[in-house]
Nanobody
């Protein structure tokens, strides 16, 4: 059973930066594709970014391209989301998720495919 714990959220002004972390624990001798999702008040949860188990393949939601960077540190079993030039529309609860894959180059951006979820961390951006 994989456990995921997010951290790094907070309340910032527009134009600021935050870095979210997702620490994974549990069976680590397997391949996990991972992703960041967010859910704003009154809206459905949506994907923000995804990364392959190998770390060399990424996907970004259009509105965050060029501002957010997803990465992972295999040795530390940690995934990150560097968020720059934050906007009020980025306000949401951010979740990390993991999906067991058989190939390290697999990229998963379908929410329903993810097996494990963190508890979420709040990001609030004021104008």
């Amino acid at each position: 059973q994989v456990q995921l714990v997010e951290s790094g959220g907070g309340q910032v002004q527009a134009g600021s930066s935050l870095r979210l972390s997702c620490a994974a624990s549990g069976p680590t001798n397997k391949y996990y594709a991972m992703g960041w999702f967010r859910q704003a008040p009154g809206k459905e949860r949506e994907i923000v970014a995804a990364i392959t188990a190998s770390g060399d393949g990424t996907y970004y939601k259009g509105s965050v391209k060029g501002r957010f960077t997803i990465s992972r540190d295999g040795a530390q079993n940690t995934m990150y989301l560097q968020m720059n030039n934050l906007k009020p529309d980025d306000t949401a609860v951010y979740y990390c998720a993991a999906h067991l894959v058989t190939q390290p180059q697999s990229l998963v951006f379908v929410q329903s495919q993810y097996d494990y979820w963190g508890q979420g961390t709040q990001v609030t951006v004021s104008s």
